[in-house]
């Protein structure tokens, strides 16, 4: 790359265009992709150079903000050439994230039949399949014989997103089955279309949300799947280059949201400050509020803690193992949630696995607590003369708070789907703040029953 960095800005300061665009035209687009990264303030001349394909094969592989900042700045010929010259799905993934006024004037470019497919595409919302389809595909009848498909896919296959998969319709343009081009290849030239069916099709809805479609998607191993709307009509495809790309979006989404923030939309170094400080800081208030119960559970047992300050010492240690095991348990069951292996008929299942692993985990770190707590009273009497109590208080609170933290980051993900919410809301930091205020009363109730004699004297 960097051999290639130093050949275009030697072209770039002799204002070569010529060689520039030999050079360029001749790369290929993966590289032309990272020269634009590597020289941002080029990136219009180098899309304005390349030719029309080539041009529209980088742009429609460049990251929304790089693709904005360019479209800005090359010449409206190229602009025309672009627009134009994208598929559908990449089309209208680009006008969905410009503004009204820069989608309106981008239209414009576009010719009567493409304008009405664009407009058509975007009055999906703006997570549905029907923003991702292509119209873009080959569709025969089952009278046909296979010399004839055969004919048809030379005639129309080079306008098609795909020839891979090649789609039955009836006269209503009802979907009848999906037959690979292979079954098509392999079979004499009079096979019937017809012969070739066998009726196990599989089909998206174009109003079905994205991440259904990339669940479906991976359980069936598919380049290519059919969209029809609720008459069974087939209106376009989603390929699966469509699908990654989206998933790959969904997963920086979940995995933002996770760590306790809003999903940032753009990348991390191009987000302006001042927006990046207001994706993080709503959650932050929240969280800081919530820890304010933390404060207010202490003071409720500030007797309590008064008679047996030694109890203050395992007030972090409670803490931390409550949260940590509950955003184990969050992260564990929101992936799995993604990956299609959960859903919210398998509550039961989930609280069972979870009442039993809480409590391994619960009994592992209770132990450690207790047998800590008895080997540092060999050597030291900081425990004071109770420091037997104070063992079997941690021991069997670190039991509970793991036990409870492990059921709450299970079940909160399953409930915020039930409610028809992101369950990736319920990310660790929540999860962690929610276990850290339970954890506390449940540790100094723990701590009265165990220590009842001693704290009412």
């Known amino acids: 790359m960097e051999e290639m960095v130093e050949q275009i800005t030697l072209l770039l300061e002799q204002n070569n265009d010529r060689k520039l665009r030999e050079y360029l035209n001749n790369l290929n687009i993966s590289d032309v992709e990272e020269l634009i990264d590597e020289l941002p303030e080029y990136g219009p001349k180098f899309i304005d150079t390349l030719s029309v394909n080539r041009a529209v094969n980088v742009f429609r592989i460049l990251d929304f903000p790089t693709q904005e900042r360019i479209i800005k700045d090359i010449s409206g010929e190229k602009v025309s050439q672009i627009i134009n010259g994208l598929p559908p799905d990449d089309r209208t993934a680009l006008f969905s994230e410009l503004h009204g006024d820069a989608v309106a004037a981008l239209i414009l470019h576009l010719s009567p039949d493409d304008r009405k497919e664009a407009l058509s595409l975007l009055g999906y919302k703006e997570d549905s399949v029907g923003r991702l389809m292509t119209p873009d595909y080959i569709k025969i009848k089952k009278e046909w014989d296979v010399t004839r498909v055969l004919s048809h896919i030379r005639r129309y296959g080079k306008n098609s997103e795909t020839i891979d998969v090649i789609y039955v319709t009836d006269e209503n343009g009802v979907l009848l089955d999906d037959i690979r081009i292979r079954e098509i290849l392999l079979v004499k030239p009079e096979t ?74 753009e990348p991390y170094l191009d987000i302006n400050l001042f927006k990046l400080v207001k994706k993080r800081v709503g959650w932050l208030v929240i969280l800081f509020l919530s820890e304010m119960l933390t404060s207010t559970a202490m003071q409720y047992f500030n007797d309590e803690i008064a008679i047996v300050i030694q109890l203050t010492f395992f007030i972090p240690l409670i803490m931390s193992s409550g949260g940590n095991s509950g955003s184990q348990a969050s992260t564990l069951i929101i992936q799995a949630m993604a990956l299609g292996e959960v859903t919210i008929a398998d509550w039961w299942r989930v609280m069972r696995r979870e009442i039993l692993s809480g409590l391994m985990l619960g009994i592992t770190l209770g132990v450690i607590g207790f047998l800590r707590i008895v080997v540092w009273s060999s050597f030291s009497t900081i425990y004071g003369v109770h420091w037997l109590l104070i063992a079997f208080t941690v021991g069997f609170s670190l039991i509970g708070i793991v036990l409870w933290g492990s059921l709450t980051g299970s079940m909160l993900p399953l409930l915020m789907k039930r409610l028809k919410l992101d369950p990736a809301t319920s990310s660790a930091p929540f999860v962690a703040t929610l276990v850290d205020v339970t954890g506390l009363i449940i540790y100094f109730n723990v701590a009265i029953i165990v220590m009842h004699g001693i704290l009412h004297k």
């Open 192 to 265: 019937k279309v017809s012969d070739l069916m066998d009726g196990r099709l599989i089909a998206l809805s174009a109003n079905d949300p994205q991440e259904e479609a990339i669940n479906i998607f991976r359980m069936n191993n598919r380049t290519a799947l059919p969209v029809t709307d609720d008459a069974n009509v087939l209106l376009g495809i989603v390929t699966v280059d469509d699908i990654l790309w989206i998933a790959n979006e969904e997963y920086t989404e979940d995995i933002q949201k996770i760590g306790g923030t809003e999903a940032l939309d």
